[in-house]
């Protein structure tokens, strides 16, 4: 069956398509792919930069040619990371593989292939893509929403200054307010919940098997592989490195998040009742 409005299961794919498609760019299985190509990009890239020993001969040259993978990643990209992955039996190793195949067109970096991926596991690139499509979804769709809405209620608020109503305490009629000044209740309180949300930190996990970099170490014990991963973190994908992790990420900052955005909806909620 071909999946359309219709035949959508959930109504975000489905009868409100309209309302969400722009969040296809952040959250589809094909953004996510994109996503960690593009973390892996970064890595391999960074890695070069160090340099490891084996990639100090890599062409600098090459880099915008490298990011052209994941710039002009398309959804014909994407079903071949997809058809790869029905071979490999895993999502992160397809993206690695596909990775490679691009080395290849590009041609004469066979050296330089097995360095894609290195002493990562594959929360390393899932714990960096997901927060980098929430922060990248939050800051292109999500504030600017809601920044709107504060301005169309302050222009409210504004408009209706003066005029009267009967406020209630207790369900019971009391002092009286106006209306302008009920409406400007919510642009104070949605403003005050942005501004929280906006300054939660944006977290990844990028630690190796169990968060000590192991491998790494193992390999190339004269770097300083927390220090690396703090600033390919910082300053290749905009995010924050968590220091002390498992294999996967705490969650607790992306639990603050979604924890702000809750308190965004009960005042919009709120509004509309």
């Known amino acids: ?7 959508a299961i959930s109504p975000i794919d489905g009868r409100y398509r309209g309302k969400t498609e722009p969040l296809a760019d952040y ?13 892996e990009i970064e890595y391999f890239i960074t890695l070069c930069e160090l340099p490891l ?3 100090k001969d890599f062409d600098h040259a090459l880099f915008e040619t490298l990011r052209g993978i994941y710039l002009n990643f ?6 071949r990371v997809k058809d790869i992955e029905k071979v490999t039996n895993h999502d992160v190793k397809a993206v690695e593989y596909f990775i490679k195949e691009e080395f290849d067109k590009i041609g004469g970096l066979d050296a330089y292939k097995e360095f894609i991926h290195f002493g990562l596991t594959s929360q390393d690139i899932n714990n960096t893509s997901v927060p980098l499509s929430i922060k990248e979804a939050l800051e292109e769709t999500y504030y600017p929403l809601i920044e709107e809405l504060i301005a169309q209620l302050q222009q409210y608020a504004d408009e209706w200054k003066d005029v009267p109503m009967l406020a209630k305490t207790h369900g019971q009629p009391a ?35 169990t968060g000590n970099y192991n491998a790494h170490h193992v390999a190339y014990p004269q770097y300083d592989w927390k220090a690396f991963g703090n600033r390919f973190v910082s300053e290749k994908l905009g995010l924050e490195r968590e220091l002390y992790t498992t294999q996967i990420s705490n969650y607790d900052c992306l639990g603050s998040v979604f924890d702000a955005m809750r308190r965004i909806n009960t005042i919009i909620i709120d509004l509309d009742r």
């Open 74 to 79: 398309n959804e014909e990209s994407a079903q």
């Open 175 to 209: 002092s009286p307010t106006r209306l302008g000044k009920e409406i400007m209740v919510y642009v104070y309180r949605l403003t005050e919940q942005l501004r929280q949300l906006k300054e939660c930190r944006m977290t990844a996990k990028f630690g190796g098997a």
């Open 53 to 55: 020993p084996q990639l």
């Open 27 to 39: 959250f589809s299985e094909y953004a996510l792919i994109r996503y960690r190509v593009r973390v």
């Open 1 to 7: 069956m071909k999946l359309d409005l219709l035949t």
